[in-house]
């Protein structure tokens, strides 16, 4: 019996990796590729079918546009892996052997045990997510009056807090829609933990869209109309009513591999792997979201596409060499810069190349989409790369 490559997840590392894997095995090893859907999800443009649904079409590859016919795909939910065993455990009872295994499922959001968090809000994860916010935004909308507006509040000014509160507002100004949006941050200032200028411009081109932004106070407690920010034991918390409320701040692991007998960090869940992407198992690789991947001491890869669209490249090769008995390679993230969106506007920060440290307008728009364009490209084809590009 041949070599059993498997790899979990339809992601960016999930996608990247088996291209890569395709290309330096080309029928040495027989490649199986599990995903609890069948498409491929350009995850950091998801946000766009908020505003628009119809945008679902350019986002979601289908993965036979992506793999390779000698590629076996299945579609279904990973419950668990059992290295000892060396099988992949799915929903219904199945089960898919592997001799080299790559987990690549991405994350969870963390509700950090917020009493109400959980069970009040919405998240944006997938397609489904998008829906269902766009669903509830419009509904909320309807049933709003320009004198009592519907109230949608954004948990968290990270990345995709800030891009979530931008659609949003896209939605609104397109539909002269009686909604008023609130983006809530934790710490002090919006996308925590990066450049002043960045955060001093994102801050201004969100109020400019009337976004009303509220800093350094925590969610401490969600009911079913309302959001309760700070408080402690002399002090009430602050309530915000709401008719829709998005989650987006924070991630962890995956439930489905929270009993995978493999090192992982006990808060988040999240697979401890080196630098060349092996964990404390040598026939398991993790990259992505769904692992803690080394960068040096006490430094770590960050959890963005960017990163994990450069480590598949690295992860796939390391398998087709581990299976051949080569020495793995290591990989190190090069930041090549962050653009963000808010709703058709843009701003960038630090790209490889351009001399201006933090530039917004047309130039930023443009480059927002050149970035989903290549990848759409690179994943499946220049034609459906142009056929996106005017809603990117």
């Known amino acids: ?134 669903e509830r935004v419009a509904n909320a909308a309807g049933d709003a009056t320009a004198s009592e507006p519907a109230t949608v509040v954004i948990g968290g000014a990270g990345l995709s807090g800030i891009q979530t509160a931008g659609e949003v507002a896209e939605y609104r100004d397109d539909h002269d829609a009686p909604i008023d949006v609130v983006l809530v941050e934790g710490l002090d200032q919006v996308f925590p933990n990066n450049d002043p200028e960045l955060q001093g411009a994102l801050r201004r081109r969100l109020e400019d869209r009337g976004i009303e932004i509220k800093c350094g106070e925590f969610v401490s407690k969600v009911d079913e109309e309302t959001i309760y920010i700070g408080g402690g034991e002399d002090e009430a918390p602050e309530e915000l009513p709401y008719d829709v409320f998005v989650w987006t701040g924070g991630i962890t692991g995956q439930k489905e591999i929270a009993d995978c007998a493999v090192d992982k960090d006990e808060r988040s869940n999240r697979i401890h792997a080196a630098s060349d992407f092996q964990t404390s198992d040598d026939r398991v690789f993790a990259l992505g979201d769904s692992a803690l991947v080394e960068q040096g001491p006490d430094a770590l890869a960050p959890p963005t596409a960017q990163a994990a669209w450069q480590a598949a490249d690295v992860a796939g090769e390391n398998v087709a060499r581990a299976l051949r008995g080569q020495p793995l390679k290591t990989w190190t993230h090069k930041d090549k810069g962050t653009v963000v969106s808010i709703g058709e506007d843009a701003v960038a920060h630090d790209v490889d190349g351009v001399p201006i440290n933090v530039f917004g307008g047309t130039p930023a728009r443009m480059l927002k989409k050149a970035i989903a364009a290549r990848w759409i490209a690179d994943v499946a084809s220049v034609s459906r790369a142009i056929d996106a590009w005017g809603d990117m």
């Open 1 to 134: 019996m041949s070599t059993q490559v498997v790899v979990l997840g339809s992601g960016y590392a999930g996608t990247g990796a088996i291209q890569r894997l395709e290309k330096e095995l080309d029928g040495e090893a027989e490649i199986t590729w599990i995903s609890d859907h069948d498409y491929h999800l350009v995850l950091h443009e998801a946000h766009r079918c908020i505003s628009d649904p119809s945008v679902e079409s350019k986002v979601a590859i289908p993965i036979d546009e992506v793999k390779s016919p000698s590629t076996e795909f299945v579609e279904a939910r990973v419950t668990g892996v059992d290295v000892d065993e060396r099988a992949v455990e799915l929903d219904g009872g199945e089960s898919v052997a592997y001799d080299y295994l790559l987990v690549a499922i991405g994350s969870s959001t963390a509700f950090y045990g917020i009493d109400g968090l959980e069970e009040y809000s919405l998240e944006l994860k997938g397609l489904d997510d998008a829906r269902e916010i766009h």
